[in-house]
């Protein structure tokens, strides 16, 4: 969770029965408004002067639909069923123009449903667009949403949290905002899956109460029954967050395969013991030679381990991290895996995934890890504190947990953004998707351990019709027009490429407008290289729009990027040293609005966003100062 949305936290209490169900049709029901009190239909508006506007809804639908205005400031809509845990939702309700809009759940089967909301002015044009209905159909009009990556319906999402697999089905819940698609009012949104490609949308699982917004965790199957909700039961592990009672760590479980859970009665389960501020995104695992669950949670600059023989009662075992990897940080989402080192299981190794916002080589958030040892008491790093291991090269890849309960594979999902310009990206209705599922890996190199994280082997799924372009060689360039016919803008590409001793050799992905993502191995300075300086729209915002840390007004970013023009518009790179051999096998996917690079089985991993304002449809393959050679080149149209 990124410190800049950290402060806008408020002391609010939970909306129960504000689940969203996403279904059919939406409905329309004009509400007109001449006067300080107005009915038409079932809803009675009543002003109250720009402090507060009631509405009085008898017999409700289903649903009251909401007008949405990104640029407004946020309204507080809250349902008042005379509860006291009844919470006002922060929401951008429409003052003269109208994006999209959102469902408001009313409570089934009353007879009545009363609304409070403030800070909206009297005269503003969601009075005249609010509406009812008994379904909500999500008609999706925005150019850049994913063909094949998971995103939202609608809303905001980042942090994926709580993976786990079971009974045939990967549970992906995620940070999720349903009243808008900027960041605010964080659920736990809830996907499924049979094979990493197809997901299922269901309703929210976890939404606010008393404690607070519903940060980032983690579930777990409780195959021993330690928590007394029954063998295999799902219990989930999460933050909650307020100002008034800071960030602390509660603890839900389901019944029904993560469909639905009860929060523990006696939440929280874990506060920090010296008062901490940044508290929060609870890992939990089994470790098996202490036969005990134990749990790792971010705390500022380091990680926190404690243990439990129940997961109720937890006990400090250690910190590790003041000092370590990118400096200054803060710590968050962790993860915490144990991985064979080059596939033999004699020889294990701990890693600690560790996601930091700011720290990225180019700005903003990343994901950085350490390997080492643990004996159920404290975690040993086998590098120094200065030593920096990028599990991703790109800018848009943080936030990266694992699925538990997997087995053999270990399988992480990150968050396909970055948090200095997240909320101005040039979406509406949904915002925020995740990256492709990777399986992690450990090689060595150079006596040196790293993490490889390589795109799931279930992607092949996607693809539905190949190109075979062959074999070819060259000193200048060579340029494949009309990729595909009626590209929609999810394609792959798969390569080997031998390239020139000394020069440079790479593809560029072109429109017909001449926007470019450009993607090259320069072996002079041994880099990989993604550069989006002109691959579409570059400026996301004004400057004072990006969400820039203190710490990063210095020019290091400026000085490690390539080709700096602005924060978004910008080259990242990763070095070629991290692979063998003098040929790379490249795997480049792109859908939309992302490319995602792995070289050598995701021995690099780079993942990048784009915007570009028609499909990338052709190619340019390109070599100087010698000649390059590109073997086994095919494209693959991708699709569900």
């Known amino acids: 969770m990124n410190q800049h949305f950290k402060s806008r936290l408020k002391d609010n209490h939970i909306m129960k029965r504000n689940n969203i169900s996403i279904m059919a049709l939406t409905a329309a029901l004009t509400v007109s408004m001449n006067s300080c009190k107005q009915q038409e239909g079932n809803i009675t508006i009543e002003h109250k002067g720009d402090s507060l506007t009631v509405l009085t809804i008898k017999n409700p639908s289903k649903y009251l639909i909401l007008p949405i205005q990104e640029s407004c400031d946020e309204g507080k809509v809250k349902l008042d069923t005379g509860d006291a845990a009844d919470t006002q939702m922060d929401i951008r309700l429409a003052i003269d123009s109208t994006d999209y809009f959102v469902p408001f759940e009313l409570p089934a089967g ?27 159909e999500v008609k999706n009009t925005d150019y850049y949403r994913p063909i094949y990556h998971h995103t939202p319906l609608y809303g905001w999402m980042n942090d994926a ?28 949104g809830h996907s499924v899956s049979k094979d990493l490609v197809h997901w299922d ?27 007394g909700y029954g063998k295999d039961a799902i219990i989930a592990f999460y933050t909650s967050a307020s100002d008034k009672y800071g960030q602390i760590q509660c603890m839900a479980y389901s019944t029904d395969n993560g469909r ?6 006696k939440n929280p389960i874990l506060t920090p013991f010296d008062g901490l501020k940044d508290f929060r995104d609870p890992k939990v695992f089994w470790y098996e030679p202490a036969n005990k669950w134990y749990m790792i949670v971010s705390a500022d600059k380091e990680m926190r381990f404690y243990s439990s023989d129940n997961m109720k009662d937890w006990e400090y075992q250690s910190g590790f991290g ?30 600690m995934i560790v996601n930091v916002n700011p720290g990225c080589l180019f700005g903003g958030s990343a994901t950085e890890y350490f390997v080492g040892e643990f004996d159920g008491k404290q975690f040993k790093c086998d ?68 993490m490889a994280a390589n795109a799931v082997a279930e992607t092949k799924a996607l693809r539905k019709s190949t190109k075979d372009l062959g ?17 929609d803008g999810a394609f792959e590409i798969e390569m080997d490429v031998t390239p020139c001793k000394t020069g440079i050799a790479g593809i560029e992905l072109t429109n017909s407008k001449n926007e470019k993502a450009k993607i090259y191995l320069d072996m002079k300075s041994g880099k990989l290289v993604m550069d989006r300086t002109q691959s579409g729209i570059t400026e996301l915002g004004k400057l004072e729009e990006y969400n820039v840390h203190e710490k990063e007004t210095d020019d290091f970013r400026k000085r490690l990027s390539i080709n700096y023009v602005n924060d978004f518009a910008l080259g990242t790179w990763a070095p070629l040293s991290l692979c063998n051999g003098k040929t790379y096998h490249l795997d480049i996917f792109v859908d939309k ?26 190619v340019r393959f390109f070599s100087n100062e010698g000649e390059s050679k590109f073997s086994s080149v095919k494209a693959y149209k991708l699709g569900l």
């Open 161 to 188: 949290n709580g993976l786990v697999f079971k009974d045939g089905e990967y549970h992906l819940y995620y940070q999720y905002n349903p009243y808008g698609s900027k960041w605010g009012n964080m659920h736990w």
């Open 471 to 487: 074999t070819f060689a060259t000193s200048s360039e060579k340029t494949v027009e009309n990729l595909f016919a009626n590209n």
């Open 593 to 618: 609005c992302s490319v995602e690079i792995f070289v050598d089985g995701g021995r690099i991993a780079m993942t990048n966003l784009v915007f570009p304002t028609e499909p990338y449809n052709a």
């Open 260 to 265: 639905t859970y009860t929060k523990y009665e």
């Open 383 to 450: 590098n120094k504190p200065e030593v920096v291991k990028w599990l991703d090269y790109g800018k848009d890849h943080y936030a990266t947990v694992c699925f538990s309960n997997t087995g053999d594979r270990t399988i992480a999902v990150p968050w396909m953004s970055n948090w200095q310009y997240a909320n101005i990206t040039p979406i509406r209705q949904h915002r925020g998707a995740n990256a492709l599922p990777r399986e992690l890996s450990l090689y060595t190199k150079d006596g040196e351990i790293y």
């Open 201 to 227: 949308h269901l309703k929210p699982a976890i939404a606010r109460d008393t404690l607070g917004h519903i940060f980032s965790g983690s579930t777990v199957v409780d195959k021993y029954n330690s928590a």
């Open 322 to 351: 003041k000092g370590y990897g990118i400096q200054p940080n803060q710590f968050e989402c962790p993860d915490f895996v144990q991985l064979p080192v080059d596939g033999n299981k004699d020889k294990m190794k701990w890693v």
């Open 110 to 136: 009353a007879k009545e449903a009363v609304i409070e909301i403030a800070k909206v002015p009297s005269d503003a044009s969601c009075w005249k667009n609010i509406s009812l209905a008994d379904t909500f």
